[in-house]
T-cell receptor
Framework: GENVEQHPSTLSVQEGDSAVIKCTYS??????FPWYKQELGKGPQLIID?????GEKKDQRIAVTLNKTAKHFSLHITETQPEDSAVYFC??????????????FGQGTTLQVKP | EPEVTQTPSHQVTQMGQEVILRCVPI?????FYWYRQILGQKVEFLVS????????KSEIFDDQFSVERPDGSNFTLKIRSTKLEDSAMYFC?????????????FGPGTRLTVL
């Protein structure tokens, strides 16, 4: 069945360093890959997304790369700040799956940025 | 900025009781979803809803679950006879029409505790 694997489960970096979170997906028909940030007590907040027709997308300190051949995509956060500390989820969507937009989520990565 | 809202934030119920979780999606969105997250686990898809009917449901979404859009603004999830294993965070999400139809915005969640 559809599956998304996410690594690492926890990541601790020093403020100013970069953080990279990686995901792999099983359904080769997936073509939409969002990343969500979840702070304590809040719902997932969309921070960036990428579609399969591009290989990379950047928004200020956040970038996402996609390798469709290898079926993996990554989140890169540069110049990390303490407020980046949160749980990050990757997800994938297959538009052919009844066209419902169902998201398949990874397990989540707890990012801690130490001041 | 428009947000998805959910009520209540926390619901405690006895096993076997019925609960209704409420959501107000973003006003011009057309597609609605429920997901759940058991503590420490992945966010899991439950159901998608469009044009007043279910588009897709997961194996989790059995006969004990139902969804409804009773008016132009609310979207509800009903669990008829709660079980201990229904304890989880329940997230509502909504997405707009094409071409951003796959971009889902999540609410803050309802924590359901079944005793």
């Amino acid at each position: 069945g559809e599956n998304v694997e996410q690594h690492p489960s926890t990541l601790s970096v020093q403020e100013g360093d970069s953080a990279v979170i990686k995901c792999t997906y099983s359904d080769s028909a997936s073509n939409y890959f969002p990343w969500y940030k979840q702070e304590l007590g809040k719902g997932p907040q969309l921070i960036i997304d990428i579609r399969s027709n591009v290989g990379e997308k950047k928004d200020q300190r956040i970038a996402v790369t996609l390798n469709k051949t290898a079926k993996h995509f990554s989140l890169h956060i540069t110049e990390t700040q303490p407020e980046d500390s949160a749980v990050y989820f990757c997800a994938a969507s297959n538009p052919l799956s009844g066209n419902t937009g169902k998201l398949i989520f990874g397990q989540g990565t707890t990012l801690q940025v130490k001041p | 900025e428009p947000e998805v809202t959910q009520t209540p934030s926390h619901q405690v119920t006895q096993m076997g009781q019925e609960v209704i979780l409420r959501c107000v999606p973003i006003s011009n969105h057309l597609y609605f979803y429920w997901y759940r997250q058991i503590l420490g686990q992945k966010v899991e898809f439950l159901v998608s809803f469009y044009n007043n009917e279910i588009s897709e449901k997961s194996e989790i979404f059995d006969d004990q679950f139902s969804v409804e859009r009773p008016d132009g603004s609310n979207f509800t999830l009903k669990i008829r006879s709660t079980k201990l294993e229904d304890s989880a965070m329940y997230f509502c999400a909504s997405s707009p029409r094409w071409p951003r139809r796959d971009t889902q915005y999540f609410g803050p969640g309802t924590r359901l505790t079944v005793l």
